[in-house]
């Protein structure tokens, strides 16, 4: 089996994964565009392999390969860094609607 069919096999594996996650309520929406496009990145880049090699020459990078993993290494970034702007802002509620609950129950109580 080609490196294509497989790449092809395993970017529609990992899409349907996450389609079925979303259906099971197991993964949010949000987060699920994030992996679906992951899905279609490997699939693009295992059918048509010259489009690494084309990037690569336009943005000068001379062993194509390293290419991916600087964009790996990006996308891992952003996902980290979105992932911690969501649970800061998380906390940030939660420890509102702590304040808001000490509040009311502080009310109740005179």
């Given at each position: ?11 529609l ?9 979303i ?88």
């Open positions: 089996m080609s490196y294509k069919v497989t790449s092809a096999i395993l970017g594996s990992i899409a349907g994964t996450i389609l079925w996650l259906r099971r309520d197991h993964l949010h929406s949000r987060h699920a565009l994030w992996w679906l496009l992951v899905a279609l990145m490997v699939m693009l880049l295992g059918i048509f392999p010259t489009i690494i090699d084309w990037l690569a020459i336009r943005l000068g990078v001379n062993y194509p390969p390293t290419l991916l993993f600087i964009l790996g290494m990006g996308m891992i970034l952003l996902k980290v860094i979105s992932i911690d702007l969501h649970q800061s802002y998380l906390e940030r509620k939660m420890r509102r609607l702590a304040q808001r609950l000490a509040i009311l129950e502080g009310e109740k109580n005179q």
